[in-house]
């Protein structure tokens, strides 16, 4: 049988479920009146992101590096199944190979490959894993970065009056891990809106 030229896994539209995502958190915490309220769930939000991206990120990196390493020969655009960027996906290559400079397709690549522990996959598998853990990853991402975002808001109404919330309190309350955590938001956001004051 005749192997074809090149293959390619699905392109997802990653922007249009990215949007998709952040809509719905959105949505979602933009019901919510109070920011102790706010707070709260845009912390189990992040949190339950974070879980996901830890789970999907490194199967979505290793069905990639599978296809790049042993298929390479007839593979092109890996990252836009990915959804990121191909300096992005430079990056990953060059951590599994510990080199920034790696092998042109071929016996040279896989052997680099072998050696560094890149795992061989299912060439039909990797093609159907890799956009559906990249979906994952950058669904999550936009939930994320929409949560953080409302959190943070919130945190700044908890500080003051009528809530006056100390920071362990905050960081307790919205699921951060460390008061200085907290006090780094604080500061970022206070010190965005003094420089936007000068401008």
């Known amino acids: 049988m005749v192997r074809p030229k090149f293959i390619y896994p699905a392109r997802p539209d990653f922007d249009e479920a990215r949007a998709k995502a952040g809509a719905e958190v959105t949505a979602e915490l933009g019901k919510l009146a109070r ?15 974070d879980e996901v991206i830890a789970e999907h990120q490194s199967k979505r990196d290793a069905a990639a ?12 655009g890996l990252e836009l199944s990915m959804g990121i960027t191909r300096p992005t996906f430079n990056k990953i290559q060059w951590a599994a190979l510990d080199t920034t400079r790696p092998p042109e397709p071929g016996p040279e690549r896989i052997a680099a490959a072998r050696a560094a522990g890149i795992e061989e996959l299912d060439v039909d598998q990797a093609l159907t894993d890799l956009p559906q853990h ?37 960081a307790a309350l919205a699921s951060i891990d460390s ?12 010190d965005a809106a003094a420089k936007q004051q000068q401008v």
Do not use: C
């Open 179 to 190: 008061v200085i955590t907290v006090g780094t938001i604080v500061k970022r956001i206070r």
């Open 134 to 170: 990249g979906m994952q990853v950058e669904q999550a991402r936009a939930r994320r970065a929409v949560a953080v975002d409302f959190r943070n808001t919130a945190i700044m109404a908890l500080i003051e009056e009528p809530y006056s919330m100390d920071y362990p309190d905050i």
């Open 35 to 49: 920011p102790d309220d706010r707070a709260r769930r845009a912390g189990e939000i992040v949190a339950a992101a």
């Open 65 to 76: 590096l599978s296809l790049w390493a042993y298929e390479g020969h007839r593979t092109r």
